[in-house]
């Protein structure tokens, strides 16, 4: 089956009882036994819901995994992978990593004996040199966030099989459309489904998904556990954005590049950050690992100040200033003060993410109006 075929059919079928042909949502808590014990698979809402079983049935088959566990939140998917690890393990992840990550990684796990180190993942022989007998996971973003710096998914899987550890990918940047990190090697997949798998910033979503069983049985045993569990109205949402995945994620690498274009030759702007271009670091291996190179793109400006930033920020139309990435609308934002407050300022500037630096999601708007919304804002500073 192909992409576009599995978004709308991958793991689903018509409601058995009714012939709906939408999912149904079964907004219900607990499931009628005949008699202790014997029942139709479905016992309590927390352990099984079969609105969230459909959506987990169609992310493995959009991500190419086998099993696919949904959360509340993408943090409470990752909090489902920090409770894999014991006191004295360790993860070694990426520098620019999404700042709500980075926290609960430093401020929530170090206290339960998990350490974490942050590093250039760029550069594989520091990453080869930073894995030690503790290390049990390498945490990977590509793009990374806001830098959108890229990560060889191939090659880090590589070291990591030689050396027994084992590797997450966080795909939220690209969604399953521009990049399957399972066929590259990596165990698990991590997405922000609140992003561009929903698709419309109407719901708070997470999902993991992988191939291996053991794995599987593990996180579906924390999902029940812990109980971090998304609701069936949000299961039947991700289901339906899902369905025009392809579509929204083609048009916005689409207007991407000639928003790209459109920056690079602007006067106010110094740098722009965007894999698809041939002077991008990581261009090469963007083109051959991802299908296309995304709707996010972040630049820099000549005046390098908060106020600069600020000033474009508040004057744009169609770009809303919030926090998030990945709907149809697109959006703008100011990483040093929104998604990654939460990250020390000496952090920051090392890898480039500056107080003037802008990020921006590009939406299924005409890219017409999308260019001169941001030609206006520009010109107020
Ligand atoms: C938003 C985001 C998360 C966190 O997901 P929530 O759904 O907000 O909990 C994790 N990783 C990346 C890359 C994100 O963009």
């Known amino acids: 089956m192909k992409f576009a075929t599995k978004v709308i059919h991958g793991g689903l079928s018509a409601d058995p009882q009714t012939g709906a042909v939408m999912t149904p949502i079964y907004q219900t808590s607990t499931y009628k036994q005949d008699s202790p014990g014997v029942h139709k698979g479905y016992e309590y809402a927390r352990t099984q819901n079969p609105t969230r079983g459909a959506l987990e049935a169609n992310l493995a088959s959009i991500e190419n995994g086998k099993h696919a566990v949904c959360f509340g939140s993408g943090l409470a998917a990752q909090d489902a992978v920090m409770k894999l690890l014991e006191p004295g393990d360790e993860i070694i992840s990426t520098n620019d990593l999404y700042g709500g990550s980075y926290r609960q990684m430093m401020a929530v796990y170090a206290k339960y004996g998990i350490k974490c180190t942050f590093l250039d993942m760029s550069n594989l022989q520091e990453l080869k040199d930073a894995i030690n007998d503790n290390t049990k996971l390498i945490w990977a973003e590509t793009p990374t966030n806001p830098m959108l710096k890229i990560i060889d998914v191939q090659a880090i899987c590589d070291i990591a099989k030689d050396k027994g ?36 910033s109407d719901v708070v979503h997470g999902c993991l998904i992988m191939k291996d069983d053991g794995i599987h049985d593990k996180l579906r045993f924390i999902q029940n556990a812990s109980g971090a569990v998304p609701g069936p109205q949000d299961c039947f949402l991700i289901l339906r954005g899902i369905k025009t995945l392809h579509l929204r994620v083609q048009r916005a690498c689409d207007s991407a590049k000639k928003i790209v274009d459109f920056l690079q030759g602007h006067d106010a702007v110094s740098k722009v950050y965007y894999p698809g271009l041939e002077e991008h670091p990581g261009h090469e291996i963007a083109a051959s690992q991802m299908k296309d190179f995304g709707g996010m793109i972040s630049f820099d400006l000549k005046k390098n100040t908060q106020e600069a930033s600020y000033t474009v920020l508040s004057n744009t139309h169609y770009f809303t200033l919030a926090e998030s990435l990945g709907g149809v609308e697109s959006l703008i934002g100011h990483p040093a003060s929104m998604t990654h407050a939460s990250i020390p300022k000496e952090d920051r500037l090392k890898v480039g993410l500056t107080d003037s630096l802008i990020r921006i999601s590009v939406g299924v708007e005409d890219p017409d109006d999308l260019i001169a919304d941001l030609d206006k804002a520009l010109k107020t500073i």
Not at 165 to 188: E, H, K, M, R, W
Not at 192 to 197: D, E, P
């Open 165 to 200: 550890v084992q590797v997450l990918v966080d795909n939220t940047f690209c969604s399953p459309y521009l990049q399957n990190p399972l066929d590259l090697g990596a165990d698990i997949v991590l997405h922000s489904a609140t992003k561009y798998l929903g698709g419309h």
